[in-house]
């Protein structure tokens, strides 16, 4: 298994929230921030990008973002609308969604686009994982193939055939791999992050082998030997592009598989452990409640009574 592969397969991203803007003429609607991520897909037309931090960017047809950090934005037909559908948003709700309209006819304008979630427990892997903002053109070959995934996650969304969630979740699945895999090749001046540590063909050789084999006791001097690295050079170019050094990485790691495993099944938490290398219970107990927050039998109590409340 491949670590894209292994790291979605993980998280499990599934809910959706889905909506379809069509306007025509000069329009400006004005996007909530919501702590999950958030794309969309220019159908029709083209409009205009406006996070309220940063610079403008104009999307034309076939144009496609996915926005991973915590942006409020505007979606517009020219920047001319900008100080009208400003006003209007001052006076909403921050949680709204705020449109205008000019009722002269002109170009007709179509996006898609929403939201996605992952479980709770993986929500931070998922921050990590994700640069602020993927741009697709619609001349990247990603884009037709999103375009196509979209496609289907839209029809999906407003069925009510039977296997609708499973569907649903495999879709969305298929298109967080898609966006991901050009950045992978192309993170270059990115921030810090796994994409980045991929980008970088030992280090990504250095996360491959840790992903396959977590229960191992790696060391520095062993990773920078598999890679053909000195320990120092190794352990400074993995702390540029991944953010953390590599025994923190591991150990992020080991406890994401640790959460999922004391959510999602019934295994006890000495069977855990070892299956992701710590050798006592008492030292896998203190490493997940330092990353966790609290201890593994009471991190899986408190989800399990967090399930039984939503089912009533």
Known sequence: MDLLTDIVRLMEPQTVLW???????????????????????????HCWYVPDEGRPMLMREGDYFLLGGRICYCLASDLKVMPTLNALRRKSREEDYVRWDDPAPGERTRLVGGHFQTGPEHAALL??????MINLRSSDEEAGRLARVLELIGAEAVCDLAGRDLVMSRLVEIMLVEVLRRPMLQIEGQRTGWLSGMADPQIASALQRMHADVARQWTVDALAKHVGMSRAVFARRFHERVGVAPATYLSNWRIALAKDALIHSDRSIGDIALSIGYLSDSAFCTAFARIAGKPPAMYRKSHRQQRSAAAR
């Open 19 to 45: 909506r379809t803007v069509e306007a025509q003429g000069r329009w400006g609607l004005g996007v909530p921030y919501r702590d999950t991520p958030r794309f969309c897909l220019v159908v029709e037309g």
């Open 127 to 132: 921050a990590a994982l994700l640069p602020q």
